[in-house]
């Protein structure tokens, strides 16, 4: 069974950076499709990007290309979001998801068999 645990959130300043992080145990996340996603008070919970366990391509959110970074490190098992530039908007709770298929569309939250706690990223001045 795959765990995921994500760490990083914090509260920063406009234009401030994060780095988010998504550690996998119990199975290697090499082959999997992890995916992060956030949800705001109020809001749907939005896919953010997203990386492809095969093949390595990557998606983005249109809000958010440009500023944040999916990336991967199969030797520690996880898998990483460096948000920079970040606004008031991009405020929520993080997710980290993942599936062992290469998904239809990666923004489909159900898609997703496997789910982190959360992590809460706060930008305010």
């Known amino acids: 069974q795959l765990q995921l645990v994500e760490s990083g959130g914090s509260l920063v300043q406009p234009g401030g950076s994060l780095r988010l992080s998504c550690a996998a145990s119990g199975l290697s996340l090499a082959a999997y499709t992890v995916a992060w996603f956030r949800q705001a008070p109020g809001k749907e919970c939005q896919g953010v990007s997203c990386?492809?366990?095969?093949?390595?391509?990557?998606y983005y959110d249109d809000s958010v290309k440009g500023r944040f970074t999916i990336s991967r490190d199969n030797a520690k098992n996880a898998v990483y979001l460096q948000m920079n530039s970040l606004q008031p908007g991009d405020a929520a709770i993080y997710y980290c998801?993942?599936?062992?298929?290469?998904?239809?569309?990666?923004?489909?939250?159900?898609?997703?068999?496997?789910w982190g706690q959360g992590t809460q990223v706060t930008v305010s001045s």
């Open positions: 990386t492809i366990g095969k093949g390595g391509v990557e």
């Open positions: 998801a993942a599936t062992i298929w290469d998904p239809w569309n990666w923004r489909v939250p159900n898609t997703y068999d496997y």
